[in-house]
Nanobody, 128 residues
Framework: QVQLVESGGGVVQAGGSLRLSCAASGFTFSNYAMGWFRQAPGKEREFVAA????????NYADSVKGRFAVSRDNVKKTAYLQMNSVKPEDTAVYYC?????????????????????WGQGTQVTVSS
């Protein structure tokens, strides 16, 4: 069955770094764009970053641009989110998601990402 399993979350001090991983199985990973979203307590889930199936295109939310970097390894079927210079406002549950690129579910120009699959999430807490 389809699985997206996030790992790498934890507690980090403000200004520090963390790398999240998302291991995929049960579908053809290279056919899918991968995205990262987050949800803070009391807030709606929000887009963080996305990467096309070939890694040629990426998008970032303005709040993380220049600090976070999304990448993927199609051989390992894993997506990554490198988080640098983290801030307390980055505290949230982080989710990875997969969107079928062949069905046009990731639009680089509009940053629209219509996920087919979601992971269970990993908690990131940034202490001040």
């Amino acid at each position: 069955q389809v699985q997206l399993v996030e790992s790498g979350g934890g507690v980090v001090q403000a200004g520090g770094s963390l790398r999240l991983s998302c291991a995929a199985s049960g579908f053809t990973f290279s056919n899918y764009a991968m995205g990262w979203f987050r949800q803070a307590p009391g807030k709606e889930r929000e887009f963080v970053a996305a990467i096309s199936w070939s890694s040629s295109k990426t998008n970032y939310a303005d709040s993380v641009k220049g600090r976070f970097a999304v990448s993927r390894d199609n051989v390992k079927k894993t997506a990554y989110l490198q988080m640098n210079s983290v801030k307390p406002e980055d505290t949230a549950v982080y989710y990875c998601a997969a969107a079928n690129a062949r069905e046009g579910k990731y639009n680089v120009a509009t940053m629209e990402f219509r996920a087919d699959y979601w992971g269970q999430g990993t908690q990131v807490t940034v202490s001040s």
